[in-house]
């Protein structure tokens, strides 16, 4: 069974601008979370999706924001891209809210 | 709110002597506790996780964890570290059942030494 998927792997972007990451998750899983790791604040939660609605939502701007689409791939979005967005963005897979997670192999944001 | 500790930054440990990561948590009610893996320039790969029943939890790769109540404490256990262990280990708790929302520690490297 194929893993968790995430595109693109690496991001290049300038201040400003705005960003879309993909995440395709496991087959059969339904649960999407996403989570942004930085050297200074760690691995820190934005969101997490079920069935097409956010379910739970960390402590970040509102420039930060996804989506679930029916086939539980899902999206995320930055606008408005500032330097200390600069973060590895994970996402991770679950069956059903609150299963065992597992993990994508990120996507590498760099803003200029 | 649910937070974890990973006291230290580093463990420096001898291939085959025995490695402990430690980790202690802080949730109400009771806890679901996890530890992941990170290798370079990889996401997070699950070891194990304490949900309920014995304190001693068997995971991946040989690992296995202790969780001690009393002293809110998952410290991350192996019997004989390999060079292949080094690595980024982090802990993670989640509240309930239902959430699905990971509270990670700061990460603790492990480094394997011949």
């Known amino acids: 069974k194929a893993g968790v998927t995430q595109t693109p792997r690496y991001l290049i972007k300038t201040r400003g601008q705005q960003v879309t990451l993909s995440c395709s998750p496991i087959?059969?899983?339904?649960?999407v979370s996403w989570y942004q790791q930085t050297p200074g604040q760690g691995l820190q939660f934005l969101f997490e999706?079920?069935?097409?609605?956010?379910?739970n939502k960390g402590n970040f701007p509102g420039r930060f924001s996804g989506r679930q689409f029916s086939n539980s791939r899902s999206e995320m979005n930055v606008s408005t891209l500032e330097l200390g967005d600069s973060a590895l963005y994970l996402c991770?897979?679950?069956?059903?809210?609150?299963?065992?997670?597992?993990f994508g192999p990120g996507t590498r944001l760099t803003v200029l | 709110a649910q937070s974890v500790a990973q006291p230290e930054d580093q463990v420096n440990v001898a291939e085959g002597n025995p490695l402990t990561v430690k980790c202690t948590y802080s949730?109400?009610?009771?806890?679901?506790l996890f530890w992941y893996v990170q290798y370079p320039n990889r996401g997070l790969q699950f070891l194990l996780k304490?949900?309920?029943?014995?304190?001693l939890v068997k995971g991946s790769y040989g690992f296995e964890a202790e969780f001690n109540k009393s002293q809110t404490s998952f410290h991350l256990k192996k019997p004989s570290a390999l060079v292949s262990d080094s690595a980024l280990y982090f802990c993670?708790?989640?509240?309930?059942?239902?959430?699905?929302?990971?509270?990670f520690g700061t990460g603790t490297r492990l480094q394997v030494t011949l």
């Open positions: 999706y079920f069935s097409e609605t956010q379910r």
């Open positions: 087959s059969g899983h339904r649960s």
């Open positions: 949730v109400s009610g009771n806890p679901y």
């Open positions: 993670a708790v989640r509240p309930d059942s239902t959430a699905s929302k990971l509270t």
């Open positions: 991770a897979s679950s069956l059903e809210q609150g299963n065992e997670q597992f």
């Open positions: 304490y949900i309920t029943g014995d304190n």
